[in-house]
């Protein structure tokens, strides 16, 4: 259960952050234009992906020596200090919906679902490099365990803004909002930098 929690803490902190997809997410939503297909292949592929990191990492590991060991966590320690600078930064940053409706088929909009899933590059170090490294260390349970967590993170996520997306878009324009919601990330991502320097020296 420690691990499933952690997974699902993990996943959402990083999913949090809104980007191109979040806000494609609200629109879809917004627009009543196949919401359930859209969330179902961002959760889908978040899954797909986390995964794919969590057995990569599992499976090459063997090949780690102390030296690459320590430069995946030094990179990790990089990703998570530019990925808080990034939270920090966006403090006062504006998100924008685009309301019009426009008749589009389920099969442009599994097309464009999949460019902004695949095509975005922040897609591959969260859930691949981040989770997947994260992770290395752990017993192969106690990965799959983490992986279900932050999947489980991300059905959950995708979901509530593509259906509560009249909602949540109200707020999502609200700076103040925000404001809390980076703290939040800041304060995990913080936690989890100072749980890999323990695991470095320990």
Do not use: R
């Not at 995964?51 to 990089?78: D, K, M, P």
């Not at 490294?133 to 059905?155: P, R, W």
Request: hydrophobic residues 50%; contains cysteine.
């Amino acid at each position: 259960m420690e691990f499933l929690l952690l997974g699902f803490f993990t996943g959402l902190s990083l999913i949090l952050a809104i980007g191109a997809q979040n806000i494609f997410v609200i629109e879809q939503g917004l627009k009543k234009q196949h919401a359930f297909l859209v969330c179902l292949i961002c959760s889908l592929s978040d899954l797909i992906l986390i995964f794919t990191g969590i057995f990569l990492f599992h499976y090459f590991s063997q090949y780690f020596n102390s030296t690459i060991e320590l430069t995946f966590n030094v990179l990790l320690i990089i990703f998570l200090v530019h990925f808080i600078y990034s939270k920090i930064k966006s403090h006062n940053s504006e998100v924008n919906f685009k309301s019009e409706l426009k008749d589009i088929s389920k099969f442009k909009i599994f097309l464009k679902t999949l460019g902004f899933t695949y095509l975005n590059p922040h897609v591959y170090s969260d859930t691949v490099f981040f989770l997947g490294n994260f992770s290395k260390n752990y017993l192969l349970n106690q990965k799959i365990l983490f992986g279900i967590g932050a999947s489980i993170a991300s059905f959950l996520f995708f979901y509530l803004l593509g259906y509560l997306s009249n909602y949540l878009s109200k707020y999502a324009k609200n700076k103040n909002i925000w404001k809390v919601i980076n703290i939040f990330i800041i304060t995990f991502m913080i936690f989890l930098i100072l749980f890999i320097l323990k695991d470095m020296i320990s």
